[in-house]
């Protein structure tokens, strides 16, 4: 009987949150999110393809993968050497 009342009072007290159809923001989910892992793909394989040590490729890497976003505004600004064509 007890452990039926404790159940009980667990169930109420720990009822789940609904968030309804809103789930993830703008760019957490759907179609924003697919744009981001394919630009951070694509970041990464530019990344594989410099020159750099291990070290660096990996340091820029981790950036991108645990920061998607930033790291990747961050690699295209500060990351990519680009060469000038004169």
């Known amino acids: 009987m007890l452990s039926i009342s404790i159940a009980l009072l667990l169930t109420c007290l720990c009822k789940?949150?609904?968030?309804?159809?809103?789930?993830?923001?703008?760019i957490g989910g759907g179609i924003g999110g697919?744009?981001?892992?394919?630009?951070?793909?694509?970041?990464?394989?530019?990344?594989?393809?410099?020159?750099?040590t291990i070290l660096g490729k990996l340091l820029w890497i981790l950036l991108i993968v645990f920061?998607?976003?930033?790291?990747?505004?961050?690699?295209?600004?500060c990351g990519r050497k680009?060469?000038?064509v004169v």
Request: aromatic share 12%.
């Open 82 to 84: 680009t060469s000038s």
């Open 67 to 77: 920061f998607p976003i930033g790291g990747l505004l961050i690699w295209c600004v």
């Open 16 to 26: 789940p949150a609904s968030a309804g159809s809103y789930v993830g923001g703008y």
């Open 34 to 52: 697919l744009i981001v892992l394919v630009l951070d793909v694509i970041a990464i394989f530019d990344v594989l393809q410099t020159n750099r």
